[in-house]
């Protein structure tokens, strides 16, 4: 788990937890993360997990800035703390595995702590309330008077009677004085006593409160919307899927454009991003059919009962199944697999003089492996009429889309032997004259495919770049390729 702490653009002062990846990075909508800013690409970059339990920032779109610690990278291991800018927006990477805890620490009280400050609190108010309370009291009571015996005693005014009563004269013996002292010194004696046992209890309270352990500080990180809070594994499925399925339909729009063999490499293409979209599945299984390629088809049939939820989906695959296989298989020469396949030597190419259209945008992507697949990219290509051109003819736009390995021993560059186009893309007979138009090539590393060619070749060959040339009416209006320098596709 790492997080991510935007510190400028949109997400300034949030931190953006991730699970697991991969994450991509970018302004398109169904990005895991979306950047909106024109100085974004739609998919910019993506962080992918390591087996050793780090984490890779990649670059998936040229001509744009990625940048890591200020410097310029295409792919980056990162550190925790490292400084990453993507366009206006910059954010710090937080690796899971390390304690961060950003601007100051607030202590806060634990419950015993507030509950002690609370009884103290009641006491003092119950304290002051007494001693106010006792001075009103004493201010109520009547003035004491002292007798010639130095006899303290109460002096009560009696009103007098509205009748005279005769009265003799009445010797009264009185009992010798006796000295009385009066309570009054006595009660308050007694009651500054009482309040100097409280206010000692007090102190001891205090003193109590201080000498409590202090409370591990819990920070709160800020809380963030539910959409900026990324389960990343959901996301890139529904990005991957949603992909799929508008490959599928651009396929399907020109299918009977396309000759057999094209078609089945592009529905398998599909089949291997979203392994659960069954569509692809259902109308390879009938081209294969058609091309009397029935024992395929029904391997085809088998898989789409496997994975159909759908019982609708489920019982067709099981009649499908019941009638191949009921069916006598046709006869046919089996296909030889030739690794790497023999390409001719292509023609020099002739640049045009005045170009007409461009390669508009060239954006790679990397999806996660399968079980038929070691390793699986697109590169998605938009063209468009050069500015001042108001129209071209799509029908006569070709595509050409060279993969190219390294051997990591020798150093070595050539063109790659994983499954790539075979043949120029084309656009879509539905494509408008003068619109920008959409292509996607693959490129398929088999399993095994690596160890092979270390059995056979001694190297070990990994992915290391493309290049994309546009040709008009036959002629090359323009070219890209990444990273620089690559050689020729002789």
């Known amino acids: 788990m790492y997080r991510l702490f935007f510190q400028s653009g949109e997400h300034q002062g949030r931190r953006v937890?991730?699970?697991?990846?991969?994450v991509l990075l970018g302004r398109h909508p169904d990005c895991t993360i979306r950047l909106p800013?024109?100085?974004?690409?739609?998919?910019?970059?993506?962080?992918?997990?390591?087996?050793?339990?780090?984490?890779?920032?990649?670059?998936?779109?040229?001509?744009?800035?990625?940048?890591?610690?200020?410097?310029?990278?295409?792919?980056?291991?990162?550190?925790?703390?490292?400084?990453?800018?993507?366009?206006?927006?910059?954010?710090?990477?937080?690796?899971?595995?390390?304690?961060?805890?950003?601007?100051?620490t607030k202590r806060r009280l634990g419950l015993l702590q507030q509950l002690t400050l609370m009884a103290v609190g009641v006491l003092l108010l119950g304290q002051m309330a007494f001693l106010f309370t006792i001075s009103i009291w004493r201010r109520?009571?009547?003035?004491?008077?002292?007798?010639?015996?130095?006899?303290?005693?109460?002096?009560?005014?009696?009103?007098?009677?509205?009748?005279?009563?005769?009265?003799?004269?009445?010797?009264?013996?009185?009992?010798?004085?006796?000295?009385?002292?009066?309570?009054?010194?006595?009660?308050?004696?007694?009651?500054?006593?009482?309040?100097?046992?409280?206010?000692?209890?007090?102190?001891?309270?205090?003193?109590?409160?201080?000498?409590?352990?202090?409370?591990?500080?819990?920070?709160?990180?800020?809380?963030?919307p539910t959409t900026n809070v990324v389960?990343?594994?959901?996301e890139t499925d529904d990005l991957v899927l949603a992909q799929a399925q508008r490959m599928f339909k651009k396929t399907m729009s020109h299918a009977a454009q396309l000759e057999a063999e094209t078609l089945d490499s592009e529905l398998e293409t599909i089949e291997n991003m979203a392994p659960d979209f069954l569509p692809p599945y259902v109308e390879r299984?009938?081209?294969?059919?058609?091309?009397?390629?029935?024992?395929?088809?029904?391997?085809?049939?088998?898989?789409?009962?496997?994975l159909a939820k759908n019982s609708d989906l489920r019982l067709r695959a099981e009649e499908e199944i019941a009638r191949l296989e009921t069916r006598p298989s046709t006869p046919r020469t089996p296909e030889l697999v030739v690794v790497p396949p023999v390409t001719p030597k292509p023609a020099p190419r002739v640049s045009a003089t005045r170009p007409v259209v461009c390669l508009a945008q060239v954006e790679r992507q990397k999806l996660m492996a399968?079980?038929?697949?070691?390793?699986?990219?697109?590169?998605?290509?938009?063209?468009?009429?050069?500015t001042g051109v108001a129209l071209f003819n799509p029908?006569?736009?070709?595509?050409?889309?060279?993969?190219?390995?390294?051997?990591?021993?020798?150093?070595?560059?050539?063109?790659?032997?994983?499954?790539?186009?075979?043949?120029?893309?084309?656009?879509?007979?539905?494509?408008?004259?003068g619109a920008p138009v959409e292509f996607t090539a693959s490129y398929q590393v088999p399993r095994g495919l690596r160890q092979q060619e270390e059995r056979q070749s001694g190297g070990a060959w990994r992915y290391y770049?493309?290049?994309?040339?546009l040709l008009y009416q036959g002629k090359l209006h323009d070219q890209r390729e990444h990273p620089a320098g690559l050689p020729s596709a002789d």
């Open 370 to 386: 399968t079980e038929k697949y070691d390793e699986l990219r697109l590169l998605r290509i938009t063209i468009a009429p050069v």
């Open 285 to 306: 299984a009938q081209a294969l059919e058609r091309r009397g390629l029935s024992k395929d088809a029904l391997t085809q049939w088998q898989r789409v009962q496997k």
């Open 140 to 224: 109520g009571q009547p003035p004491a008077a002292t007798n010639s015996s130095g006899v303290t005693t109460n002096i009560t005014r009696i009103a007098a009677a509205p009748t005279k009563l005769p009265s003799p004269p009445i010797k009264t013996q009185l009992p010798p004085p006796v000295a009385r002292v009066s309570n009054a010194p006595v009660e308050s004696a007694a009651l500054s006593n009482e309040i100097q046992q409280m206010q000692k209890e007090i102190v001891q309270l205090h003193q109590d409160v201080a000498a409590l352990p202090a409370p591990t500080p819990v920070v709160a990180l800020p809380a963030l």
């Open 395 to 433: 029908s006569e736009v070709e595509v050409v889309v060279n993969f190219f390995d390294r051997d990591e021993k020798s150093g070595r560059v050539a063109l790659s032997r994983a499954i790539v186009p075979g043949a120029a893309l084309r656009a879509a007979a539905t494509a408008l004259m």
């Open 465 to 469: 770049g493309y290049r994309v040339e």
């Open 17 to 22: 937890a991730i699970r697991q990846g991969p």
């Open 37 to 104: 800013d024109p100085g974004v690409a739609l998919q910019h970059a993506m962080l992918e997990d390591q087996p050793n339990g780090g984490v890779r920032l990649r670059r998936l779109a040229t001509d744009v800035v990625l940048r890591v610690n200020q410097r310029d990278v295409t792919e980056a291991e990162l550190q925790h703390g490292d400084a990453i800018e993507i366009g206006p927006h910059h954010f710090e990477f937080q690796h899971g595995s390390v304690t961060t805890i950003a601007g100051p």
């Open 231 to 234: 389960n990343a594994t959901d």
